[in-house]
């Protein structure tokens, strides 16, 4: 008999189940939808949020884009180069002595970031069928606190 792991219902059949819990696997079932509709673009979430950050901030670096992304060197390297690779961002200057390269959306990643964006869209109307409006609408103030308080530097939480 292999090793059965515990799904979502074991942690609903708790007398109060832990909103951590269920928060943590609301968050990968949303992501991995997500992942599902943007797998036909040949990208992933990471893709869609690396091409936010450049679409709000036009020529970040390498590292300042890694810094907001809060991923290693390395994780966003290896992003980028997809992007790159697809045409999604265009990257201008750089080419050594110590100068960075700046990044720009391109038409193609601003198509991606509207393909993420609808992906995102199908997960609310989900959530909004299931909880309805006004549920919702009550709770994103919360989840918004929640978020700016785990997004503070650790010292600050």
Known sequence: MADEQP??????????????FLLSVLGRQIRDRVDAALHSEGIAVRHVSALGHLSRNPGLSYSELGRRAAVTPQSMQATLNKLEEIGAVERIGG???GRSARLFVTDEGQRLIDVGMASYAEVDQALTEHLGQDTLRELIPSLMRAF????AAPEDR
């Not at 799904?7 to 951590?20: C, E, F, M, V, Y």
């Not at 700016?148 to 997004?151: E, G």
């Open 7 to 20: 799904g979502p219902d074991s942690a609903l059949s708790t007398p109060t189940p832990s909103a951590a």
């Open 95 to 97: 080419g050594g002595r």
């Open 148 to 151: 700016r308080a785990f997004a």
